[in-house]
């Protein structure tokens, strides 16, 4: 699923250059910036079920299945990127800086598109009223290297967390390859 949302991403970042209409360009911006955090999200369950699937990790196993599990509901992605690297792995990501922050950024990003922000105001016209309006500016500001900046992000959390598990700095642009499809340079 991880390869399939990348490659999804990726044709959606391609197909911009090529959509004249703003609207639905934006449109699609959009849609690269949710699936980015989306993919990132994937990438964490899946991974980490491999990994706690291997004997030096076994003890964790059931930690993340439970923390995967809806009884009541999944843990969030934000605790899964401050305890899972930390507690599984032995390691710490930090959050307060380089891609880790660019990408709790690029969710606060995804979370104000999905929600937005309502006012209490109202506008009347003649025979219409318009309760409540909403704060759409920050899709109105989308633009094509936002989603462009997007994927690098996404891409490089997964070179984070494979940072994390020890992995060589030879070996990672092979492990991308793996899961998401991009071709070593």
């Not at 599984?88 to 922050?101: A, E, N, R, V, Y």
Request: neutral net charge.
């Amino acid at each position: 699923m991880v390869w399939h949302y990348f490659r999804c991403l990726r044709r959606l970042v391609e197909r911009l250059s090529h959509i004249q209409d703003e609207s639905e360009r934006k449109q699609e911006i959009s849609l690269c910036i949710i699936l980015a955090v989306t993919v990132v999200e994937a990438f964490l369950n899946i991974y980490f079920r491999v990994i706690v699937s291997e004997q030096a990790y076994s003890q964790h196993k059931q930690r993340v299945l439970n923390d995967l599990s809806f009884n009541p509901w999944p843990k969030s992605l934000d605790e899964k990127l401050r305890n899972w690297p930390k507690d599984i792995l032995g390691q710490t990501m930090d959050l307060g800086s380089g891609t880790p922050k660019a990408f709790l950024e690029l969710k606060k990003r995804r979370n104000r598109l999905m929600h937005f922000s309502s006012s209490h105001e109202s506008v009347c016209v003649p025979g219409i009223t318009i309760n409540g309006l909403a704060d759409s500016s920050v899709f109105d500001d989308l633009e094509t290297s936002d989603a462009i900046s997007a994927l690098e992000i996404a891409e490089g959390m997964l070179e984070e967390m494979f940072r994390l598990r020890g992995v060589s700095p030879k070996q990672i642009p092979g492990d991308l390859h793996l899961w998401t499809g991009k071709v070593p340079l």
